[in-house]
């Protein structure tokens, strides 16, 4: 069965939306509501808010918004289902069976097969198959305890190891299908292994479960890194690998590293707070992950351009989320695994302790580009490092390497310091003017659309949008709009709430947009969001119902008298051409 209207409603009741997000993000009350930054795009001055009174956030940045399941949905990256389970636990309530046709049970299934599929790689690097496997863990200096922590195994050359060893223990073809484990072609039947001949490493998530692999060439055939595909248990770019072992370190921080070797290698020197993202690029998702349990970040990419251009991109987004960035330079190495070999963890410990701050390190990359002896060099020198510097937050930060800048550029330090100041107010001056704006836009009387949620009337839309904000704040508003239908709306998306709210009017449960996210998607919940958090001006409830409703109907009745007219029409023609077709026309 679904999960009854009843428990939805209780669970909501039970959970303050406040104190759920606190446990995320850090609020700060502001009048009626509270504000933080969003932890779902990085932004330095906060438009994330949550309305206690009316249960729900939103962001006036990103857009994101919704109720306080909604929230979790996002901020866990997990499904509807999920989200009521969790925070059903939270609040002390037995959460019922469920019947999700049957999604949670295939979904178990590919953990199952994943859980399945690591042991059998890990088993087959034991075996005469793997012996090349294991000379090369043994030449990348991995010791038998560090390959079984990790579970480390190896996928053999093969084209359907993988296949007939979980066909074996009962597994599907669609299942290996949907855990990306095999791939569908014209080699071997045209069903064979995604992973041949490669190192391989299981990608465990914060709940101790296999969601997904990533395997390392040995015969320098095909990429030399490769993982499986988005499923319905894994998204690479909500996913840190090893981050199950860095939550448990004793520091709150996080080492950020290029490649599965690296962060392995890390973990056995001592490094245990070591991660690395999945094959893409640091995402802003990844990075609020991180926050959770980190308030520092070092960063250990590759010292090539590429990853110099990648501790770049991080750094931004890092800083976004409030964490304080480190870089460590790998001088005399091209990874920290390397460098480990190299030098020894010792070495990498003492590099560690002397990193420099993400704004030394922006400093000394852009000095490299100019030749300090030449004036007209310096001077472009401290033009790009004042617009870095005008960007910190802090007046203090900015005044301390503004010195530092200085020194580089070989000139007073007061010069540097003063143009910093200028550069600094005239962004402040501009950011001013962006968060008036951005402030003043809800008080806008229509929400804006967006690629999933279009309006083809925007007349009774308006109408719409008010009487949905109404009804969600007046208890007694649904009483006394009961005449409409869900068709009489021009707008899916508000004829489909507008019907939830009846059901739950109906129910005698109380009409409000908690609990509705099973039913409406991301997007949607935002939109929605967006028209609640809209300020609207609330007189005679019964009066305002009575015109957003008559002005509902009064659409629906002109529309569906276009329809008809057009209806007709179309029938006269086709008896016309039908008549004609059968010589029936005049000579």
Known sequence: MQIPDSFISELVLRTDIVDTVSQYMDLKRRGSSYKGLCPFHGEKTPSFTVSAEKQLFHCFGCGAGGDVISFVMRAESIDFIEAVKLLAGRAGMQAPEIDDGGASAAKGRVLELNRAAARWFHECLKTDTGANARKYVIERGLDPRTVKRFGIGYAPAGWDGVIKAMSALGFTKQELLDAGLALTGSKKDGFYDRFRNRLMFPIIDLREQVIAFGGRALDGSGAKYLNSPETMVFSKSRNLYALNFAKKSKRRAVLLAEGYMDVVSLHQAGVDFAVASL???????????????????????????AGRTAAERAIGILAKHDLSVRVIRLDGAKDPDEYIRRF????????????????????????????????????????????????????????????????????????????????????????????????????????????????????????????????????????????????????????????????????????????????????????????????????????????????????????????????????LITEEMSRKKGGGGTQ
């Not at 893409?280 to 250990?300: F, G, M, N, P, S």
């Open 279 to 305: 094959g893409t690029a640091l995402t802003e998702t990844q990075a609020a992950l991180i926050k959770k349990y980190a308030d520092k970040v070092y960063l250990a990419y590759d010292s090539d351009s």
């Open 344 to 571: 020894g963890p010792d070495a990498f410990e003492k590099a560690l302790e002397a990193c420099e701050s993400h704004i030394e390190y922006k400093l000394t990359d852009i000095a490299a580009k100019f030749d300090m002896k030449e004036a007209e060099q310096r001077l472009s020198y401290i033009k790009e490092a004042v617009a870095v510097l005008a960007g910190l937050d802090s007046l203090a930060e900015a005044s301390v390497y503004s010195a530092k800048a200085a020194e580089i550029a070989g000139v007073d330090a007061n010069v540097v310091d003063i143009e910093v100041k200028r550069e600094r107010a005239l962004l402040l001056r501009n950011e001013d003017k962006k968060t008036r704006r951005r402030e003043l836009s809800p008080v806008k009387n229509f929400s804006p659309q967006t690629r999933e949620v279009k309006y083809s009337d925007f007349r009774s839309a308006r109408a719409e949008e008010e009487l949905i904000a109404l009804i969600s704040s007046e208890p007694s508003a649904m009483a006394q709009a009961e005449d409409l239908e869900q068709g009489d709306f021009t707008s899916d998306l508000l004829g489909r709430l507008y019907s939830s709210f009846q059901r739950q009017y109906e129910l005698g449960l109380p009409v409000t947009l908690g609990g509705l996210a099973g039913e409406f998607s991301a997007s949607e919940m935002s939109h929605i969001s967006a028209i609640l958090s809209r300020p609207h001006n609330i007189g005679n409830v019964a009066d305002q119902i009575r015109q957003y409703t008559e002005a509902i109907k009064l659409e629906s009745t002109m529309r569906n008298a276009r329809q008809s007219d057009t209806d007709e029409s179309v029938q």
